[in-house]
Each structure stands twice: as structure tokens, then as C-alpha cells.
């Protein structure tokens, strides 16, 4: 397996921001999103673990999905160096603290 967390570290260091207008008002998201993915079209997202559903903007699934996806690999880097080790973990928690900002309830139903 190639190990890439070198380069999704040195991409959350970057000054670029993006931001999308939504229902209103200005969404700056935590951390660079694949441009595609910044729709506002409505998507339903299920939690694994409690089998709840929710709907939401593209643009929040796109975050949604970089927070599971960098909390499995901080896992993975923490079992080999450490626990709390992973520089993914700052990628996460700010994902976690916009989702509780900007999506409460999403936040409530999906990870919390």
C-alpha cells in the first residue's frame, strides 16, 4: 500500500479557501473539496453504525466523506506510531467542528 498522508497533510496547509453559497449564505469549508463535488443538490447520507438517515447538500457529503475517510486513515497511522499521532486528526477535528458550526442536526444524526 502507498502511504499518502504526506500529501493530504502538506494539502490542508495550503491558504486556499473555498466557499459555497447556500440557501442564503456563504459555507467556507474546512479543507480543499474536489470541485465537482461542491453541488448544492440534496443527497441522503445513512449512518452506519444507527441506520439514521439525513439529507443534505453535496457540498456536506463531500466533507462528511473526508472526515470518515481521514479518521479510518489516522486510525490505520495510529496503530503503527501511536494513538494520536496521525496528522489526519487536525483534518478531522476541523471537519467535526464545521459540521457542528454549519450542520447541527446532520452533525447530531451522522457523527455524533
Known amino acids: ?20 453559497h447556500y440557501n442564503g449564505k456563504q459555507y467556507k469549508l474546512p479543507f480543499l473539496i474536489a470541485k465537482e463535488t461542491l453541488s448544492t443538490e440534496m443527497e441522503t447520507v445513512k449512518n452506519p453504525f444507527s441506520g439514521q438517515s439525513i439529507s443534505m447538500p453535496s457540498f ?9 475517510g481521514s479518521n479510518h486513515m489516522a486510525e490505520q497511522y495510529d496503530s503503527k506510531h501511536g494513538m494520536g499521532t496521525s496528522p489526519q486528526w487536525d483534518t478531522v477535528r476541523k471537519g467535526l467542528d464545521w459540521f457542528r458550526q454549519y450542520f447541527a442536526k446532520e452533525y447530531m444524526v451522522l457523527l455524533d
Open 60 to 68: 456536506a457529503v463531500a466533507v462528511y466523506d473526508v472526515i470518515i
Open 1 to 20: 500500500m502507498i502511504d499518502l498522508t504526506y500529501i493530504i497533510h502538506d494539502m490542508n496547509n495550503m491558504k486556499i479557501k473555498q466557499s459555497v
